[in-house]
């Protein structure tokens, strides 16, 4: 069946460092693929999304590009702040019922 | 736009009591989901509606879960009786429903219910 693998947190970084957080996919025919967010005591937000091979996702600086070839889809940016702390889910749909399922998350603590 | 509604945003029970949780969608979206989400862990779905009808229940453990949508627009979803395994946040959300192609997936989520078995 359908799956997200992420890498496991928490990921910790200095602010201004350089954030990848890793994210690997299976899925029949032809996925498209998402990034959401979950900030403390908030819900779910979606961050960016890519539909097709190749398509590159970006939002407040993220970034993240459809690798059909290595079936991954991981999350960078290249200076984090202190407020880019939350936890990460990566997230497929594939099918005609749009059913979207989540990797497990990824923790994301950002120091001053 | 008004959002996902969900209510109540936090319920405490015992064990082997019964819960209900409610969610109102974003006006015009067919589709409807309920998911839970452990801590430490991604969502996952339990239930999924297209209008008033179930498009994928095979996760939800239906010996004590149950969740209906009756006239396609607010969902209620309980847990009778209650485990404490069940203790998880659970997340409502919608999204303009089947057809509507693979660059629009407009899904929106609720703030969730916080539930804590005892």
């Known amino acids: 069946g359908n799956s997200v693998t992420q890498m496991e947190g928490p990921v910790t970084l200095s602010e201004e460092a350089f954030l990848t957080i890793n994210c690997t996919y299976t899925a029949t025919g032809y996925p498209s693929l998402f990034w959401y967010v979950q900030y403390p005591g908030e819900g779910l937000q979606l961050l960016l999304k890519?539909?097709?091979?190749?398509d590159k996702g970006s939002n407040k600086g993220f970034e993240a590009t459809y690798r059909k070839e290595t079936t991954s889809f991981h999350l960078e940016k290249g200076s984090v702040q202190v407020s880019d702390s939350a936890v990460y889910f990566c997230?497929?749909?594939?099918?005609?019922?749009?059913?979207?399922?989540f990797g497990a998350g990824t923790r994301l603590a950002v120091h001053p | 736009e008004a959002g996902v509604a969900q209510s109540p945003r936090y319920k405490i029970i015992e064990k082997r009591q019964s819960v209900a949780f409610w969610c109102n969608p974003i006006?015009?979206?067919?589709?409807l989901y309920w998911y839970q989400q452990i801590l430490g862990q991604g969502p996952k779905l339990l239930i999924q509606?297209?209008?008033?009808?179930?498009?994928?229940d095979s996760q939800l453990p239906k010996d004590r879960f149950s969740a209906e949508r009756l006239k396609g627009v607010d969902s209620t979803l309980k847990i009778q009786p209650a485990k404490l395994e069940d203790s998880a946040v659970y997340l409502c959300a919608s999204s303009l429903g089947k057809g509507q192609g693979r660059r629009n997936y407009g899904y929106t989520f609720g703030s969730g219910t916080r539930l804590t078995v005892v």
């Open positions: 509606f297209q209008n008033n009808g179930v498009v994928d």
């Open positions: 997230a497929l749909v594939s099918g005609g019922y749009n059913k979207l399922i």
């Open positions: 006006s015009g979206h067919a589709t």
């Open positions: 890519a539909t097709k091979a190749d």
